[in-house]
Nanobody, 118 residues
């Protein structure tokens, strides 16, 4: 079965760094665009980073220069490296895999929470 396991959440101090990882199984990982979404308290779930099957990346303007997305097809993982964190980054972060087919096919992880606080 399709499964995403996110890890790396927790508590981090302002200005600190954190790396989130998503381990995927149950589908052909290398065929999918992989993304990270976040849902801040009281807000909608928003796309913040995406990496294509060829390695091209997208970063939301709000996190450019601080976050970086990468993937390892040999290990079926996608990671999000986050630097200079602030309380505004506190959210549930979700791993997503998307196949740009017609109709599109996508899978979601359960999400991982992290909090930026002193």
């Amino acid at each position: 079965q399709v499964q995403f396991v996110e890890s790396g959440g927790g508590l981090v101090q302002p200005g600190g760094s954190l790396r989130l990882s998503c381990a995927a199984s149950g589908f052909i990982f290398s065929d999918y665009y992989m993304s990270w979404y976040r849902q801040r308290p009281g807000n909608q779930r928003d796309l913040i980073a995406r990496i294509s099957t060829g390695g091209a990346t997208y970063l939301h303007e709000s996190i450019k220069g601080r976050f970086a997305i990468s993937r390892n097809n040999a290990k079926n993982t996608v990671s999000l490296r986050m630097n200079n964190l602030s309380p505004e980054d506190t959210a549930v972060y979700y791993c997503n895999g998307n196949l740009p087919s017609n109709p599109p096919i996508g899978f979601w992880g359960q999400g991982t929470q992290f909090t930026v606080s002193s």
